[in-house]
């Protein structure tokens, strides 16, 4: 018996949620940044924290505006990523996952204690200097801005963006256009480095399908964005007091 799987209604309120995450957001950053790199520069007191604060508020309206539409048109978790993880699957993407956290950190600690390895960490750092924590007080901010990076971005770009797109263009094309999405909304801190994400979309991208579940790619995120935080804090204060 063949089961026929009913098509996908992709509602005006998803075409809304989709176009204020993927296009308005992207926009806004890269139109707001310079605004932002500037206030940095001229020591602006509080602007790195108030930046993560208005960036942790807008991240968290969205997902629950998206959250909201989802679950009013009668969709499950499941569909969302958001189910109950279990299976071979499950157990063989945390696997994978811890060893790619235990692999990066070990390679960053190699580098940091390698002169030359430390020296073009910094340079690297130096792209996006003005959205690195300065203070223990911005790492704290940098810390909850990452968790909700890692929750809603994927939530977002990964769960909902990939189902919205598989619509119109089938899985394979909405994973790889859910990266490229992904790594355009960083387009703001400039070209290399929006390459690089749109690398690590692809890495969450992968974990998400291979897995069906948003939990592992979210806490990879998270735990991601926060021991670069954590790291470049480190690395740019021993720089400053030398």
């Keep these: 018996?063949?089961?026929?799987?009913?098509?996908?209604?992709?509602?005006?309120?998803?075409?809304?949620?989709?176009?204020?995450?993927?296009?308005?957001?992207?926009?806004?950053?890269?139109?707001?940044?310079?605004?932002?790199?500037?206030?940095?520069?001229?020591?602006?007191?509080d602007a790195r924290s108030r930046q993560y604060r208005k960036t942790i508020v807008r991240q968290w309206a969205l997902t629950f505006a998206a959250i909201a539409v989802w679950f009013h048109a009668g969709r499950s978790a499941e569909e969302?990523?958001?189910?109950?993880?279990?299976?071979?699957?499950?157990?063989?993407?945390?696997?994978?996952?811890?060893?790619?956290?235990?692999?990066?950190?070990?390679?960053?600690?190699?580098?940091?204690?390698?002169?030359?390895?430390?020296?073009?960490?910094?340079?690297?750092l130096?792209?996006?200097?003005?959205?690195?924590?300065?203070?223990?007080?911005?790492?704290?901010?940098?810390?909850?801005?990452?968790?909700t990076a890692g929750i809603c971005e994927e939530l977002l770009f990964r769960?909902?963006?990939?189902?919205?797109?598989?619509?119109y263009v089938g899985l394979p094309a909405a994973s790889v256009l859910s990266g490229v999405a992904f790594g355009l909304g960083h387009l703001y801190q400039g070209r290399p480095q929006a390459l690089k994400i749109i690398f690590v979309g692809f890495v969450f991208v992968l974990f998400y399908v291979g897995t069906g579940t948003l939990w592992i790619p979210m806490a990879l995120h998270a735990l991601l964005d926060a021991a670069q935080g954590r790291a470049a804090y480190q690395l740019l204060s021993v720089e400053r007091a030398e």
Aim: glycine share 6%.
């Design 1 to 45: 018996m063949t089961v026929v799987q009913e098509p996908r209604v992709i509602s005006l309120a998803d075409h809304l949620v989709v176009f204020a995450f993927a296009i308005v957001l992207p926009v806004y950053a890269r139109y707001n940044y310079p605004h932002f790199k500037s206030a940095v520069e001229s020591g602006v007191p």
């Design 159 to 167: 769960g909902y963006l990939i189902w919205y797109l598989t619509a």
């Design 126 to 147: 130096n792209a996006v200097r003005p959205l690195l924590p300065s203070s223990v007080g911005e790492l704290r901010y940098f810390t909850a801005l990452s968790i």
């Design 80 to 124: 969302l990523g958001l189910g109950v993880p279990a299976g071979p699957r499950f157990w063989i993407g945390l696997v994978t996952a811890a060893a790619l956290a235990i692999l990066w950190r070990r390679m960053f600690l190699a580098a940091v204690h390698d002169e030359a390895g430390r020296e073009r960490l910094i340079s690297q």
